[in-house]
């Protein structure tokens, strides 16, 4: 739902929430501004963020007040195990607050792409429910935008709180995925950005199933502005993004962005097989003309593991490749929605 900017603030806290969750009352309306005819979403993928949420709603609903704008806040609860979605719909209660739950935990991608697909803001901001994604930033966002920009993205400055394992994987990773000229993914650019109502449209249009958002955000263009930022530590609790859920995303990145993954197994293949052809002919003219026995098992053997080795690591990249087709063809839909709080300002309907 989008909350009217000629309406009063908020005089009530949610009855479902404790006292010390509650928000301040509101009593002041706010001014006209010449913003104040446009709206704007603020999208939250949740995985098990109760006690961050409990931060972020309130602080939130202050910044969005204070952009004399029409807004909406929708918390997509992705298949939480925490209380996740009681806090809330607890927010819904209240007017510009809506909470969109899962049936099960889909992954971010499909979170966002929820998010999106209710968000009916002139623009849309996504942030992460941890407070890493500073809301304060938002301001500076919606001047970019009033001022001309289509998408406003936030970059970080530094990783300096990274494992180094990290940093290197991140650096490989832009390098691999922005070996196409067509395009080029912001480094160190992630989900926190505003985006105009037309670029939300735009990566609603795209079909695919398989999504990777930050490719989806560099490809359908528009003009952006970075805006550069340092994180925050998570306000509570520890992150659930481990190294084998990284090493997952960047592999669906690169298969859904680039395809020199394939052209690298014909080079190798290429490469491989013209000094194994070259040497096959040196030994047969060795054995024709001198006599000289072909002799070697164990050069033999290594050889054969080798190439061995290399073609199960080239049939396991068209696999990645086959399995993007066999997902797309399945059409199985991106998320399945269990339950929806908040009434939307559109269409009356919850």
Sequence with gaps: ????????????????????????????????????ARSISCVIPCFNEAANLRHL???????????????????VDDGSTDDTAAVAEAWCELSGF??????????????????????????????????????????????????????????????SDESRFKQIGSRLFYSLVNSSDRFAVPKDAGDFRLMDRKVVDALMSLPERSRFMKGLYA???????????????????????????????????????????????????LLLALPAFGYGAFVAI????????????????VSLMFFIGIQMISTGIVGEYIARIYEEVKGRPLYVVREERGTGIETGKP
């Design 1 to 36: 739902m989008i909350s009217p900017t000629n309406a009063s603030r908020h005089s009530r806290a949610p009855a479902r929430l404790q006292q010390a969750e509650a928000p301040a009352p509101r009593t002041a309306t706010p001014l006209a501004s010449p913003a104040g």
């Design 57 to 75: 709603l309130p602080l939130l609903e202050d910044i969005l007040w204070a952009t004399h704008m029409r807004w909406e806040i929708i918390v």
């Design 98 to 159: 809506r909470c969109i739950s899962l049936s099960r935990n889909f992954g971010k991608e499909a979170a966002l792409t929820a998010g999106l697909a209710a968000a009916t803001g002139d623009a849309v901001v996504l942030l992460d429910g941890d407070l890493q994604h500073s809301p304060q930033l938002i301001h500076t966002m919606v001047a970019q935008w009033v001022a001309g920009a289509e998408v406003v993205y936030a970059v970080r400055e530094e990783r």
């Design 219 to 269: 490809w359908v263009g528009f003009r952006a502005v970075a805006l550069p930022y340092t994180p925050a530590p998570r306000a509570e609790g520890r992150s659930t993004f481990n190294a084998r859920r990284l090493v997952r995303l960047a592999i669906d990145g690169l298969t859904a962005f680039t395809t020199w993954p394939l052209r690298m197994v014909s080079v190798v293949g």
């Design 286 to 301: 060795d054995h024709l003309l001198f006599g000289n026995a072909v002799s070697g098992w164990t050069t033999i053997v």
